[in-house]
């Protein structure tokens, strides 16, 4: 039987990304243009034409400013999840700081939404080599699975030794980790998901999907609501490199995924993580 895989949504607005932070101040968030509610529901649609459901890792900020978005993203039979409350990085972060973060966005999510919050993905992918206390903190609070590793070495983000295969990272506690998916090629770790996936064939998701599922493995893909909005506001002051990241292919990327959600089996984290 065919594997059901982790499909996730990181829902933030196109400014509180890794690549602008430089560039925008987190106080004037509020004066930006927010798109994140038209955005995702692109995202919604999509899921719903294709007859998906998947987990959407939310910023606590969105759902304090966007309640009803939280509440339709319930409606349609997905998963809301934690993605912390501001995209601060947990490697910038000690743990008592984490765990505020943490609560606060369970607070902003569950008011929301209404249902329990019982999966985390770190901003950036940022629990590493470098927060070895971040997993203790999350059982500490009650999260079921973490999905915020990346076992790859890359600029901004990765853990290159970690398991590329879902793992209980603490000895003494439940917590399941459930990496994003990497493909393996000739020995090396391809990063899939998200910019990745936008600016790459296809097929080397495809591929990766297919190489998991061969070992028996769910994929974990990940993409965020910005990447399907060609109408999005230009920083254009940031530097190049991110600015050729962030706004390349973002016109193909929504054909793009609806033909991907279809090649595949794909369904909310949680259940994922339950199952293993
Ligand atoms: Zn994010």
């Given at each position: ?56 890792f939310t910023?606590g900020?969105?759902a ?15 998963e809301i999840a934690s993605h ?18 943490l609560?606060?966005a369970r607070i902003a999510l569950e008011?929301a939404g209404?249902v329990a919050v019982t999966g985390y ?20 609070e009650g999260y079921a ?125 949680d ?6």
């Amino acid at each position: 039987m065919a594997v059901t895989n982790g499909l996730s949504v990181d829902i933030e607005e196109w400014f509180q990304v890794g690549a602008f932070e430089r560039t925008i101040a987190r106080g004037d968030w509020d004066s930006l243009e927010s798109r994140v509610e038209h955005n995702t529901g692109l995202v919604l649609d999509l899921f719903a034409q294709a007859g998906v459901t998947g987990t959407f890792f939310t910023l606590g900020w969105v759902a304090a400013r966007h309640p009803a978005l939280i509440r339709r993203i319930v409606a349609a039979g997905h998963e809301i999840a934690s993605h912390g409350w501001d995209h601060t990085r947990v490697f910038t972060m000690d743990a008592a700081a984490f765990r505020d973060d943490l609560r606060r966005a369970r607070i902003a999510l569950e008011d929301a939404g209404g249902v329990a919050v019982t999966g985390y993905r770190a901003p950036s992918f940022s629990i590493d080599a470098r927060t070895p206390w971040a997993h203790r903190v999350l059982a500490e609070e009650g999260y079921a699975y973490s999905s915020s590793v990346a076992p790859i070495a890359h600029d901004h983000y990765g853990w290159r030794d970690s398991p590329r295969y879902a793992w209980r990272p603490l000895a003494d506690a439940p917590l399941i980790e459930l990496p994003v998916t990497v493909a393996e090629i000739a020995g090396r770790r391809l990063a899939t998901g998200g910019g990745f996936f936008r600016l790459l064939p296809a097929a080397l998701t495809d591929f990766a999907v297919r190489q998991v599922n061969g070992a028996g493995q769910p994929a974990i893909f990940y993409f965020h609501p910005w990447e399907v909005d060609p109408g999005q506001p230009r920083v254009r002051h940031a530097p190049l490199r991110s600015k050729l990241r962030h706004y390349s292919r973002l016109g193909a990327m929504a054909g793009k995924l609806a033909a991907l959600v279809r090649r595949h089996r794909w369904g909310r984290i949680d259940a994922i993580a339950a199952a293993r």
